[in-house]
């Protein structure tokens, strides 16, 4: 169900909804707003995800060296290139 909202914007961001509407890439102001508010949701949903991941790595133990030259020798030896 679609709620009515009134937003207030600044001139640049009501420059930026009139650009997207004459493209023809949106037809209406609630089409420009709703794809904005997709994508700040979709990246807060990754940054939720890199902290998850962040808190992940922490909690798996300590760091051991790697020896880039030697890792990348045995890689090409394990898959012949």
């Known amino acids: 169900m679609n ?7 600044s001139d640049q961001a009501a420059s930026f909804v009139s650009r997207e509407l004459e493209s023809g890439r ?29 808190i992940e790595s922490e909690n798996s133990g300590p760091a051991h060296y790697v020896d ?6 045995r890689m090409r030896e394990k898959h012949g290139r």
């Open 3 to 9: 709620k009515p909202v009134q937003v207030t914007v």
């Open 26 to 54: 949106f037809e209406t102001v609630d089409e420009v707003i709703e794809a904005g508010l997709r994508m700040l949701e979709e990246e807060q949903m990754k940054i939720e995800r890199l902290r998850e991941l962040l």
């Open 68 to 73: 880039r030259d030697e890792f990348l020798s």
